[in-house]
């Protein structure tokens, strides 16, 4: 199934609704009060549901392993949490393990494929990523002794291409990092692609993705990918914070790594899990399965995921053509002279994320003038998580208007108004 789509429709207005009473603090701030929220790239809202259902299981008096109702209870909680991230992922195989970040998760599995590979040869990342990988790469290239290959990204189009790995990637290259969807370009990357690319070269390359960016914005085929491993931070995707995942292939699972030595081969995780964070895991996909209930009318409740991946996409579109070219009457971001965005305009590969810098006005300015006027955005600059990005863009920072399915028309509207007022006309 194609990952890019140039479908935008938005959701109909009585589904969107409904959308919306499912996220806490939706329309307002406890702190701040009312407010647009356009900063789902730095996380997103989360579902009542993930609040709820994780309270309750986390005032359990109980743990696993124990011969008691409660302790059975909690280990189905746990199973079923970690079946629904399955479903999620889209893999029929490998393990999936938990972390405090998607950041750590990364770390570890790039830490554990570098220590375990054949010695000599290459590590290749690409500098578009984030630091969970383009730094983990970098920084084990440097203690196995091996090079560390930096693929450029377009700068034209703020994403990188399978052509691009191709000429990289050597036959003795280990370890290749993929970024899904960057947080700062917005542009989702062909994994599929780019992963077949290495394999021709390097078959027995291992290859690691972060899909933290990518995971709220469409549906997960690790099937299809044919890679080792695919790392999500499920605080971008709706739920609560400190509750990242990895899947692993078979292969990957059995390299040495940090493990109890009793525990099988492939167990990766370290001490107990906290069944109310798999608990929240399942009211996400209980989510998803809701609204994708919407879009198709399948039994499977993987096949109503897809859906709902789909039905989002297709509406996140809609709203970022309206920022990007505005509607009769109101001029669309683009249209101010100044305005440098960050990909084209049309491009198919966008995920919820518009990066712009304007010509003599810094972004944490603009940044507080939409705060002024109750809309929260972000500025990325030149420093540990984004300088990597920006430096080849020739950019010190960015504004980023970060979108979620649940966002309204009307919300972008809203910003529309607001940066008529900011930008300047000439």
Known sequence: MTETTNTATPFPDD????????????????????????????????????????????????????????????????????????????????????????????????????????????????????????DATAQWAQRTGREWIEVPFDTHTGRVTAEEYARHVRPDTRV???????????????????????????????????????????????????????????????????????????????????RLSGKPANAWELGSRDPSALAGASAVIDYLDWLGSHYTGDESRRKRLVAAGLAMRSHERALMNRLLQGRSGVRGLCAYPGVRLIGQVDDPHREGVVSFAVKDIDAKQIVAQLGDRGIRVHARSNDVFSGNILRPLGLDAVTRISLAHYNSVDEIDTCLSALAEILPDN
């Open 176 to 258: 290749a990092t993929i970024l899904h969807t960057s947080p700062v370009t917005g542009m989702a990357m062909d994994v599929a692609a780019i992963a077949r690319a290495i394999r021709r070269i390097a078959p027995e390359c291992v290859i690691i993705v972060d899909g933290i960016q990518h995971a709220p914005h469409g549906f997960l085929e690790i099937d299809a990918y044919d890679v080792d491993a695919y790392v999500i931070s499920l605080y971008k995707a709706f739920c609560r914070f400190n509750n990242g995942y990895a899947w692993v292939s078979d292969r990957l699972s059995v390299v040495e790594h940090d």
């Open 15 to 134: 589904l969107l609704a409904r959308i919306r009473e499912h996220f806490l603090y939706i329309d307002h701030c406890p702190y701040s009060g009312k407010r647009v929220f356009f900063e789902n790239a730095g996380g997103s809202l989360t579902l009542k549901s993930v609040v709820q259902r994780s309270a309750e299981v986390a005032g359990l008096p109980d743990n696993e392993h124990r011969d008691n109702p409660a302790s059975l209870a909690i280990s189905r909680i746990v199973t079923q949490g970690r079946e629904d991230l399955a479903t999620f992922f889209g893999a029929t195989s490998g393990i999936i393990f938990g972390g405090e970040t998607g950041t750590e998760c990364l770390f570890r599995v790039i830490r554990a494929a570098a220590l375990s590979a054949q010695a000599g040869g290459s590590i290749v990342a690409c500098s578009v990523e984030h630091p969970a990988t383009f």
